[in-house]
């Protein structure tokens, strides 16, 4: 037997944090070094599956593992990846980890904040390598759990609001997800909770599927979010710990997308084909909404939170589009766009909003007039928002431009009218060159001379998303790679 | 694979600036130069028939390509000579400014962002270094942000093309989409209505990059950064690249697309002609006649003769390379660039006049400089071209404008007084100005080669007749300039000429304030929705709250009566057991009593 890797990875983090519940009381310090350590290991974990790899062009999952649990309803202990799981599992365990580092100063319950993160690691890598739909639906609702009380337990002044509404409305949203699990289980034939199975022979037809379908969309449309049911994201945002904001939009918004193609397109393929118009309108409307409420934003957290909304109906959008595509190598296209994109995605605001919280520790405000000439002052810190800023808004050479290219060709290409999309570039591009003009160019205003630029702690967390994001947009073949070996025979 | 050189010697040096963050300038003048000698080798063998070209791993199926052709190989000589003499000059130029590590890695960037992009050999890369040099003159731009306005001009010019670039976008898609790959060389016989639309969607992207009027109006506001970018930004890389995508999509054009180029093209040879005439600053009137001056390239597109294009295009590099040098100088000398502080200029620094004055000249179209021979191709191009009278008009309407706004620069430098400052590093300055002087006045004379090269029709000469028109036209123009001022020569023109011929606010009016406006509608619309949504769920707070009052209130109250009422009841029945026997016989009896007569009254 080899070794098992994937569920050594899965469980680290919640090995680190009961680690920490036997060690309560340690000072700050130990709680920190537990937590970097154990989210260190985890990455070197994922580092290790995705050096395991998966094969080329063979349908369904590898790196399996797995053990009975309730073997009378079909349910069972399942794990694996494949090349849509396994980027999203590595961008997970580096986005933890740089948190954890990046944390390192909160001295506030310590423990309890690195327990939670950790628990938090577990249940987001189980998210995605869960190969059975009840363990993910397990894992789906602790999540919400995990980032609940970290809103909650360290956030800003309305934390205690924004952590209610943001659980009750994904506590809500995911409901209908239990019920199309239901649906599925009992139209699989013999029953199970097999996710290779279901994928491998959709079991509903007709109505159902749709019916499925439409419940899967209402659960992962919230967690994208994409519009009417976005609104949570920016409260949520806005009040959390900037280490609570980068795993929100990095990994939490994950699982919307992620669900949206292992469930909704693989499970009920179909019917998702036959929604797929009306899916890639609502991700078009949403993105360019997204986009021109960001530009609106003068709070900064709140800006690059709106662009969540804007990018993630990219991703969307490109899962609507690979559904509709009739042609293997334009579906492939746009799914690989937009896997790309959620990695990027990832990497990209996980940096922009460490710098923000950066921003907001040394001046205690996020409203960028109350800003300015800040790269006089913080030379660094300046460059890299102008960095990562410029890859948000899709520049060349950074992580966002290949993804995106990828999904508006192959939207053109099916739906030719959705081009009007690209009409975010330009919006995004404007809202992130106001934000650099106000807030970063310009004289350096009197009241913040003597700001300190970045110290070795922040250097430690930004550095590493900033070089990849930098390598996603040369090197984008590195992920693309694996992406497409799975991409191209993910539908039949 | 040398050729890549002319891309990884600057990109090299903008790299190596960064991590060692001194001895800036001689990095970038051996990047540049190394990359010159890359672009310089690779042109000799392109010319001796052997094309090289290099394959990278890009996206899935669509791997990145770049050629070494005839055109591509040549313009990258162009933009090679002339970064490498604009960073010659800069060396002077920057000597008292401070950041040098940042302005040389930026220019050095700029470089190989341009060099990349005239070799791209596919539509990804293309797209990708076409957005790269916006970047690049971003920053270039801002290089002084902390100043006034500057931060604006910076914004402006990024967001101007960028809007423009979704044209390229579209395009790209639209051609990919229809032909399957993104080899340029391979979509560019797709024809029919994608062609048409892609041309047009092409043209949009270009207007945005060369200035073409409507969009003229960033270009004059990225005059403020330092001079030696503005030189670059113009001659050779970004204004030009809008320029350089229509010459080397020519092919692809219909008619349609032709005419639709032709034309935007004569637009912008007399509204930006128009402009430059009316300015007070010399780097914007410089700016306005580079608008005008790729309105002609353009037009020649349009016209169908991309030799005359390109030999417009290869002049201009030249000689408004030069002009740029000159005003930096004349900047230098006196702090300023407007004509009121440059007054008499000319007359002090004679010999950075003279350099001023030929290139000038060969911009009027004056014989033999290089301009007249460029000038006059275009002309001739329009002028055989079926759409000769839509075309050919603003050809000659350009040349008399060029003539004017030459005449009456010179005139500006020349005369009056003024006070000079010594110039520092002004040997460098020099040395780059006079050769690309010395280019501006000879490279007529490469027509020939340079048409059999590119292996395109050589440009036609013009009928006699037409040649003294357009030489009348080009004296007329320069003694008009000289001798009459431009007030009374635009008459009720000059003050909307003067402001840009901005329409309704130009584009902060037309685009970025409705932008901003929807921006700020669709805000408060969010705040709604997220009220709304927070309303539902208030409701439903107020409803378990109301529950659970009419719990409290209504069931518990009501169980509560109960209990208290049945409690009452027992406590009344426990008095009755009082244990006194006379009582409790008394009781009995009663009871007896009241059993018997319900059995007699009973059934």
């Known amino acids: ?92 365990a580096v986005l933890f980890f740089v948190s954890l580092v990046f944390s390192a100063h909160v001295r506030e ?10 628990l938090l690691e577990t249940a987001c890598l189980g998210s995605f390598v869960a190969l059975d739909m009840i363990l993910f639906y397990v894992f789906f609702e602790v999540t919400l759990v995990g980032m609940y009380f970290i809103i909650a337990g360290w956030g800003y002044e309305g934390r205690q609001r924004a952590a209610l509404t943001f659980f009750l409305y994904t506590l809500l949203g995911s409901l209908p997800l239990l019920l199309a699990i239901l649906a599925l289980y009992l139209g699989s034939e013999p029953n199970t909770f097999d996710v290779r199975e279901i994928v491998a ?39 959390a710990p900037t280490a609570g904001s980068v795993i929100l939009a990095g990994v939490l918004l994950k699982l919307g997308t992620y669900g949206l193609v292992r469930f909704a397109l693989q499970m009920t393929p179909d019917a998702f084909r036959a929604a797929a118009p009306y899916v890639a309108a609502l991700a078009v409307f949403s993105a360019l909404y997204g986009a021109f409420v960001a530009l609106g934003q003068t ?15 990219y991703v969307v959008l490109g899962v609507a589009v690979a559904a509709a595509a009739t042609d293997a190598g334009t579906r492939a296209l746009a799914l690989d766009g937009a896997v790309l994109q959620m990695v990027s995605h990832g990497v990209v605001t996980g940096a922009l909003f460490l710098l923000v919280g950066m921003l907001q520790d040394r001046a205690h405000t996020r409203e960028m007039r109350e800003f300015g000439g800040l790269l006089r002052l913080v030379p660094v810190l300046g460059w890299f928002f102008v960095l990562a800023a410029f890859a948000s808004l899709g520049l060349p050479g950074l992580a966002h431009f290949a993804a995106e290219f990828q999904i508006f060709l192959g939207t053109l290409a099916v739906y030719p009218v959705a081009a009007v999309v690209v009409l975010g570039i330009a919006v995004t591009a404007g809202l992130y060159l106001r934000a650099i003009q106000v807030a970063f160019l310009g004289k350096p205003s009197e009241d913040r001379v003597g700001m300190k630029d970045l110290g070795r702690r922040e250097l430690l967390a930004v550095v590493p998303l900033l070089v990849l994001t930098v390598l996603l947009g040369v090197a984008p073949f590195l992920v693309l790679e694996t992406v497409h070996a799975t991409t191209r025979v993910l539908l039949p | 694979m040398i050729f890549t050189l002319a891309i990884l010697a600057p990109l090299a040096a903008a790299a190596l600036i960064l991590l060692l963050r001194r001895g800036a300038s001689a990095l970038a003048l051996l990047g540049a130069g190394a990359g010159l000698a890359g672009a310089s080798v690779t042109l000799a063998r392109v010319s001796g028939g052997a094309y090289p070209s290099a394959t990278l791993p890009g996206l899935p199926g669509l791997p990145l390509r770049l050629v070494a052709e005839p055109l591509t190989a040549l313009l990258s000589v162009v933009v090679a000579v002339v970064g490498f003499l604009v960073l010659v000059y800069a060396v002077g130029y920057m000597k008292e400014e401070g950041g040098k590590a940042r302005f040389y890695a930026e220019m050095s960037f700029f470089v190989a962002a341009m060099q990349t992009l005239v070799l791209a050999g596919d539509w990804v890369l293309l797209l990708a270094s076409w957005e790269l040099i916006g970047l690049a003159s971003y920053l270039l731009i801002g290089f ?3 100043r006034e306005g500057i931060p604006q001009a910076a914004t402006r010019a990024f967001l101007y093309t960028r809007t423009a670039d979704l044209g390229l976008y579209v395009a790209i898609f639209v051609l990919v989409s229809r032909t399957g790959t993104t080899e340029l060389s391979g979509t560019l016989a797709v024809g029919g209505t994608a062609a048409t639309v892609a041309g047009l969607l092409l043209l949009v992207a270009a207007m945005g990059k060369s200035a073409q009027a409507p969009f003229q109006g960033w270009l004059q506001d990225a005059m403020a950064g330092p001079t030696p970018v503005s030189a670059l930004l113009h001659s050779a890389t970004l204004v030009a690249a809008g320029a350089i995508l229509m010459i080397r999509v020519s092919p692809l054009l219909t008619p349609t697309a032709q005419l639709a180029v032709g034309l935007m093209g004569g637009l912008t040879i007399v509204v930006a002609g128009l402009i430059a005439v009316s ?100 002309i001739a191009a329009a002028f055989a071209s079926p759409y000769a009278p839509a075309l050919a008009p603003f050809t000659l309407a350009g040349t008399l404008l060029t003539a004017v706004y030459v005449a009456r620069t010179l005139r500006l430098l020349w005369r009056g007084e003024g006070e000079d400052e010594p110039v520092a590093g002004i040997g460098w300055m020099g040395v780059a100005l006079a050769v690309l002087v010395g280019l501006a006045a000879v490279l007529g004379f490469a027509a020939e080669p340079l048409a059999r090269l590119t292996g395109g029709e050589p440009p036609r000469d013009l009928a006699t007749a037409l040649l003294v028109l357009t030489l009348a036209l080009a004296a007329g123009g320069l003694l008009l300039g000289w001798f009459v001022l431009a007030g009374r ?33 669709l805000d408060r619309l969010d705040r709604c929705i997220h009220a709304g949504v927070l309303g539902v769920g208030g409701l439903g707070l107020a409803l378990a709250r109301a529950s659970r009052l009419a719990d409290e209130r209504g069931i518990d109250a009501l169980i509560a009566a109960l209990v208290r009422g049945l409690r009452e009841l027992g406590g009344r029945a426990r008095e009755l057991q009082s244990g006194l026997v006379h009582r409790e016989l008394l009781l009995a009896a009663a009871g007896a009593a009241l059993i018997l007569v319900l059995l007699v009254i009973g059934p």
């Open chain 1, 1 to 92: 037997m080899t070794f098992p890797i994937v569920s050594v990875t899965l469980f680290l983090p919640l090995l680190g944090a009961a680690l920490l519940l036997l060690m309560r009381g340690s000072p700050p310090r130990v709680a920190h070094g537990v937590g970097i350590a154990f989210s260190g290991l985890t990455l070197l974990g994922a580092l290790w599956m995705w050096a395991r790899g998966v094969p080329t062009g063979e349908v369904g999952f590898s790196q399996v593992e797995e053990i009975p649990w309730i073997p009378s309803i079909g349910a069972a202990y399942r794990v694996g990846v494949d090349g849509v799981s396994l980027p999203l599992v590595l961008m997970t």
């Open chain 1, 109 to 118: 319950r310590a423990g309890s904040y690195v327990a939670l993160f950790l």
């Open chain 1, 201 to 239: 022979a959709p079991p509903l037809t007709g109505l159902a599927a749709m019916l499925a379908l439409i419940a899967m969309l209402v659960t992962f449309f919230v967690k994208t979010p994409l519009f009417p049911v976005h609104t949570w994201l920016p409260l949520a945002h806005t009040e």
């Open chain 1, 299 to 313: 709070d900064l957290k709140r800006l690059v939170a709106y662009t969540s909304v804007n990018h993630m109906g």
């Open chain 2, 144 to 146: 002084w942000f902390w």
């Open chain 2, 279 to 378: 300015q007070r600053d010399l780097k914007r009137l410089l700016a306005a006649s580079t608008s005008s001056q790729y309105g002609f390239v353009l037009l020649a597109v349009g016209a169908g003769s991309p030799a005359a294009a390109l030999l417009h295009l290869v002049a201009h590099a030249a000689m408004k390379s030069s002009l740029f040098l000159g005003a930096g100088i004349f900047q230098h000398a006196r702090g300023s660039t407007a004509f009121e502080d440059l007054r008499g200029v000319g007359s002090e620094r004679r010999l950075v006049f003279a350099g001023f004055v030929v290139a000038g000249l060969a911009l009027a179209g004056v014989l033999p400089l290089s301009g007249f021979f460029s000038k006059d191709a275009v």
């Open chain 2, 489 to 521: 020569l635009l008459g009720p023109l000059g003050v909307p000429a003067e402001e840009g011929f901005r329409v309704a606010g130009g584009f902060d009016g037309l685009v970025a304030r409705p932008a901003l406006v929807l921006a700020r509608m």
